[in-house]
């Protein structure tokens, strides 16, 4: 039976907005570390029957098939295709599960599943600018669609959430994300970005040490008088590209390579597009009963913080134990750029398991429209 192992996750270090990456183009950013699977694997890129790169506003410096481009800028093969998808905040966790499905049903022997995102270069809403992606009959339907901070207070509001509950939560963030920093926890997942000045960035730039929740309770609220949700207790604003090497493990046989983990079971859900960040509660349930899997055989969990609230619902509702959920921290303190934040996410949490010998890890996270994927994925 044809499986599809993944043999290198890589990314580069998230820039904060109008920071350290700030002056990459996205396509260089995504051509940087499609080189370094190369450089890490030996592989000849020839042998890429296709590049599935996620990101989110495809405009601009992210327009016309941004990860064609960043094949050619790779100085890969002009044999070697691409696509560029979007499933918003999710998509490059999509395109491991395209990439996955495609290297199982046979049709790719060798994929790579990436993404990228310069939120400082297009800026959130960019793609929106010059008109309004919803017709008069989803607005029928739903009236007005809000913003995600707005969606982030509903939560908060239907689990009677707290603003220190928020910003705990996000102090701690902060906290473990510095701890795997300093204990050399993201070094194997990180490829350096060369700047051409002879200098390089090859560190996380949005850690804010220090950061306590008596700090983040001065921020005012973003979205809503009176509200709970800050710019503190929110992922940030971040640059980054990150990316998957997969194929099937007799293919990684035949080149020699040795398989770090397995795409085990992959799933996508739909909910509510008005309350929109909930998907991540079903997309879990959904991927347990699809895997065959409880909760308790799940040794470490990424659920993607682009909000405080998100993961705090998603653990009020699912019971996980939170010490093993975004151990080494989250977009809240590392950034959430977000068409290569699925990828990124899956980085991590490959790379340890790897270092701490965990059998089953499990990936969510809320996307745009109300939409979620989940990732089981099995150590080998």
Same mark, same amino acid.
């Given at each position: ?20 990456? #700030? ?34 506003? &495809? ?8 990860? $064609? !481009? +960043? ?9 070697? @295709?691409?696509?560029?998808?979007? $499933?918003?905040?999710?998509? #490059? ?29 297009? @800026? ?11 017709? %008069? ?6 009236? /007005?669609?809000?913003? &995600?901070?707005?969606?982030?207070? *509903?939560?908060?509001? $239907?689990? !009677? ?16 994300? /510095? ?14 970005? =060369? ?18 929740? &008596? ?5 005012? @609220? ?15 604003? #971040? ?21 770090? +983990? ?19 509660? =079903? ?6 009963? %699809? ?12 659920? !993607? ?12 509702? *699912? ?54 994927? +989940? ?6």
């Amino acid at each position: 039976m044809r499986d599809a192992v993944v043999v290198e996750a890589i990314r580069t270090p998230i820039g904060r907005r109008g920071k350290s990456l #700030s002056d990459v183009h996205p396509s260089d950013l995504s051509s940087v570390v499609l080189q370094g699977l190369e450089q890490r694997t030996g592989i000849d890129p020839a042998v890429v029957d296709d590049v599935i790169w996620g990101c989110g506003a &495809q405009i601009g410096d992210q327009s016309f098939n941004i990860g $064609r !481009n +960043a094949v050619l800028g790779a100085g890969w093969p002009e044999s070697v @295709p691409a696509t560029t998808i979007d $499933r918003q905040c999710g998509s #490059s966790q999509q395109a491991v599960h395209f990439a996955a499905a495609c290297v199982i049903s046979g049709q790719y022997e060798v994929a790579v599943a990436g993404g990228v995102e310069s939120m400082s270069r297009v @800026p959130m809403g960019s793609s929106m600018a010059s008109g309004s992606p919803f017709g %008069k009959l989803g607005k029928r339907r739903y009236g /007005a669609f809000p913003d &995600q901070g707005s969606s982030a207070q *509903t939560l908060v509001d $239907r689990w !009677n959430l707290s603003r220190t509950q928020l910003d705990e939560y996000s102090a701690e963030s902060h906290i473990r994300a /510095a701890a795997a920093q300093d204990g050399g926890a993201f070094d194997s997942q990180i490829h350096a970005v =060369p700047l051409g000045d002879g200098t390089s960035v090859a560190m996380d730039g949005g850690i804010r040490r220090g950061s306590s929740v &008596q700090s983040l309770a001065e921020l005012r @609220p973003a979205f809503r008088e009176g509200g709970d949700i800050t710019a503190g207790n929110a992922s940030q604003i #971040s640059d980054g590209a990150s990316a998957l090497l997969l194929m099937t493990s007799e293919k990684a046989a035949k080149l020699g390579l040795v398989p770090l +983990a397995r795409i085990h079971t992959a799933v996508v859900v739909a909910d509510d597009p008005v309350t929109m960040l909930t998907g991540p509660i =079903p997309a879990t349930a959904k991927v347990l009963r %699809k895997a065959g899997l409880d909760l308790s055989d799940i040794g470490t969990f990424e659920v !993607n913080e682009a909000f405080a609230s998100v993961v705090l619902a998603w653990l009020a509702e *699912t019971g996980a134990d939170g010490t093993i959920v975004n151990s080494d921290g989250g977009a809240i303190a590392l950034g959430h750029p977000i068409g290569c934040s699925g990828t990124r996410l899956m980085a991590t949490l490959i790379h340890r398991m790897r270092r701490d010998g965990i059998r089953f890890g499990l990936q969510t996270m809320c996307e745009g429209g109300g939409m979620a994927n +989940a990732t089981v994925v099995e150590l080998i």
